[in-house]
């Protein structure tokens, strides 16, 4: 029971008795009169038992009061009993030495806080509501935490510690002022000392310019970074004191949930030093600590120092976007996408993902375009040199026609055509890397076909290696061209000669393949079908991995320089792939090499696509043989025309020159003039060769024609599928073929001409 309800008590008592004694003598009633007497003296009696017991409590508070004040007196913080209207009951030593003198507790702590009376009112309430509270203030130089407790009869003991840096030279809790838009207007002595500098804005230290009240960031400190919690206390319009206080220690929670990410996670210091790294990033980078380890020896290929790109990234420039790096380390190629964002402070944050793949496919893709180019300059090349060699070894055929095998020069002039004919035949290998070889499809037996090329490649290896041929019994035709596949197989197996200087074993086997699901192997999908297979094997010294992916690029070699031309697996890759076929590469170093074929099978129905009507394979007249006729020879290249027209002249035609198409519309448009074949060549600047003829058979529909050209015989269906009567001589040929194939078509129109009973043309 409190004072207050005790002293109300005892005069309501009192009061009573009174009462009751005074209605005793104006009641007429006797008895009544004596029970109000003895009601009375029952009230009496109770009021002054509770006036005597109130003296020794009085004395008793009175000497708790002295003896909490005795208590207080000594304790360092400022300690004050005060009434519940904040009056100042009593203060301590260290109260008084701390406070102005005022006559209540508001006043007294002024000094300090900016709005002390709402703060008392507010820890008043919670006092008087569970007996005890307490509140921490931040001042300029710390902080207040300010404490009340109830210490009965109506007294409240109020307690003052001091936050702020004490004499041992600790620097306290960091505050900084904050003012609008988040300019730093002062920081105390203990945020100077975190922090090593001064910070002109909140946006030096976290996001934005405004700040969380309890929000934890990660900040740039002194010595790195850590993490703080952000306490935000208003200190007036458009102005708030903010404490930096440690935050709770949570990385235990924070590095399990980053070891079981599905993505590789690497912290890196601004200097490149790993800091940490997740499971998935230590398997990625097959790392079995992180200590010493920098970013900079595990990747390469930035194309600008490690060092610089992270320190862009410290600074805030180049955040989340990836760069692709090669992993130095690893055992095989792998290229990885390394994007970098901000993981707190100067640290950062690496996010990797394996690109390799992606690499694979833009490398591939840009080889495709690179052969795809030197492809075209290929047949580019073949095309012109075709030309060169028509006119050599057209000229050389001239010369030999006035010399005889006993003349001096004649021996000159025939090595001059045999080396014409070996130009040509790398022409070829460029034709058929850039696949527009003319190719003679027909049904073969590859077992026919590698046997009649057994002896001459018996000789090509030597004898220091054996060579042996392995067929399966029951061997489906293949569609090729044979002197193709007798080049391909020569060159596989002078490879295989060449990569065993030792001596060693080639073996050439062929083998049926019946695929019920496509098979995927080196970007390739064959289909399901049936298939023939020929596997050249050597027992060399094998191909490093990282040549295997390259030995098919056009001049690409591994030999000394002046050994090869880099020309040969590509012919083999050109050719296979013009059959429509499949051509794969298995090597071990120190092993051996395997190259595995393979072509689409053939029925023994099956028949060759319609090709091109090519001049056929005859008796070549010698030039005793004459003919007569008139040629209209139409071709740009000079020395071709040139040789031509001699050449035909000598066998008794008669010939008419023109350069371009234009040029030879202009002679026919005499309608006096009969021609009776057009040889022209198809590439030609301005007009094309099919393009001036199918004019020229609006007026001429009979006149029979013989294209030439430097490019492929496959050409013809492509730009003169739709003009009749015409065959393909191919560049470079020799003045032989030029008559046998003038003297063909010739006999073939006046075979036609006699059929039908044409009349005899004018001007023969």
């Not at 003012?179 to 945020?191: E, F, I, S």
């Not at 380390?329 to 707190?344: N, Y």
Request: aromatic letters at 4%.
């Amino acid at each position: 029971m409190t004072a207050r309800s005790r002293i109300a008590h005892w005069a309501a008592a009192l009061l009573a008795g009174v009462t009751c004694f005074v209605v005793s003598v104006l009641v007429p009633d006797r008895t009544l009169s004596v029970a109000l007497i003895s009601a009375g003296a029952v009230f009496t009696f109770s009021g002054a038992l509770l006036g005597l017991w109130r003296l020794p409590a009085r004395r008793r508070a009175a000497s708790a009061n002295v003896t909490l004040e005795a208590l207080l007196a000594d304790d360092p913080a400022p300690c004050l009993l005060c009434t519940s209207d904040f009056a100042l009951h009593f203060a301590n030593d260290a109260a008084r030495r701390n406070f102005a003198a005022d006559a209540s507790l508001p006043g007294l702590l002024r000094g300090r806080l900016a709005h002390p009376a709402a703060l008392l009112q507010r820890l008043g309430e919670e006092v008087a509501r569970s007996g005890r509270a307490s509140e921490d203030v931040i001042v300029g130089d710390g902080a207040l935490r300010v404490t009340g407790r109830d210490a009965g009869d109506g007294l409240t003991l109020w307690r003052v510690e001091d936050f702020s840096a004490p004499p041992t030279g600790e620097a306290g809790v960091p505050t900084l002022a904050v003012g609008r838009k988040g300019a730093v207007l002062a920081m105390n002595t203990a945020a100077r000392a975190l922090l090593g500098r001064r910070v002109r804005a909140l946006s030096e230290l976290i996001p934005g310019d405004a700040v969380k009240d309890g929000a934890i960031h990660d900040i740039p400190v002194a010595t790195g970074t850590a993490r703080y919690e952000f306490r935000s206390i208003s200190a007036g319009p458009g102005r708030s004191e903010i404490a930096l206080l440690p935050a709770p220690d949570t990385g235990a929670v924070s590095d399990i949930l980053l070891e079981t990410l599905p993505i590789a996670l690497l912290k890196v210091a601004a200097d490149g030093a790993i800091l940490a790294a997740n499971r998935e990033a230590r398997a990625l980078l097959e790392l079995d600590g992180i200590d010493g380890v920098r970013l900079g020896m595990l990747f390469e290929g930035l194309g600008r120092p490690i060092a610089d790109w992270l320190s862009d990234a410290a600074e805030g420039r180049g955040l989340n976007r990836p760069e692709f790096l090669r992993l130095s380390r690893a055992r095989e190629e792998t290229f990885l996408q390394v994007a970098l964002t901000r993981g707190g402070g100067l640290d950062l944050i690496a996010v990797m993902t394996d690109a390799t793949e992606l690499k694979t496919l833009e490398a591939q893709f840009v080889q495709s375009q690179k052969m795809q180019a030197i492809g075209q300059l290929a047949g580019g090349i073949a095309h012109d040199f075709n030309n060169l060699l028509t006119a050599i070894s057209g000229h050389c055929d001239l010369l030999l026609l006035r010399h005889t095998r006993g003349d001096q020069d004649y021996d000159d002039l025939v090595q001059i055509n045999q080396n014409a004919n070996r130009a040509a035949a790398l022409v070829g290998q460029l034709l058929a890397f850039s696949r527009k070889q003319p190719m003679k499809a027909e049904l073969l037996d590859l077992r026919e076909t590698l046997s009649d090329l057994t002896h001459l490649l018996n000789r090509l290896v030597g004898a220091q290696i054996t060579l042996e041929l392995r067929h399966e019994p029951a061997l489906p035709a293949i569609r090729g061209d044979r002197r193709q596949l007798e080049q391909v197989m020569m060159n596989l197996v002078v490879n295989a000669r060449d990569a065993m200087p030792e001596g060693g074993r080639i073996l050439v086997e062929t083998e049926r393949l019946t695929l019920s699901a496509p098979l995927r192997r080196d970007r390739a999908m064959v289909e399901p079908g049936d298939y023939v297979v020929v596997k050249v094997t050597d027992t060399g010294t094998g191909i490093p991995p990282d040549q295997v992916r390259k030995v098919f690029e056009p001049f690409y070699t591994t030999k000394r320089s002046g050994e090869g031309t880099g020309l040969g697996l590509s012919t083999v890759y050109g050719i296979i792939k013009q059959t429509g076929g499949f051509i794969f590469l298995d090597s071990e170093v120190g092993k051996g090499t395997t190259f595995k074929l393979i072509f689409p099978a053939q029925s023994a129905t099956a028949r060759r696509d319609a090709a091109p009507a090519a001049i056929p394979a005859r008796k070549i007249r010698d030039a005793a043989d004459a003919a007569e006729g008139v040629v209209l020879i139409v071709e740009d290249e000079a020395p071709v025309r040139a040789f031509a027209a001699r050449g035909l002249r000598l066998k008794g035609l008669t010939v008419i020159e023109a350069d371009s198409g234009e040029a030879a519309l202009d002679i026919l448009s005499d309608p006096g003039l009969s021609v009776d074949l057009i040889v022209s060549d198809m590439i030609m600047p301005g007009l094309d060769g099919p393009t001036w003829v199918r004019q020229a058979r609006e007026d001429r529909p009979e006149t029979g024609v013989i294209f030439v050209s430097g490019y492929a015989a496959d050409s013809l269906g492509d730009s003169a599928g739709d003009v009749g009567n015409a065959t393909f001589l191919q560049k470079p040929f020799s003045l032989n073929q030029l008559a046998q194939a003038v003297h063909d078509r010739l006999r073939d129109e006046d075979g036609a001409m006699a059929d039908d009973q044409a009349p005899v043309r004018s001007g023969r």
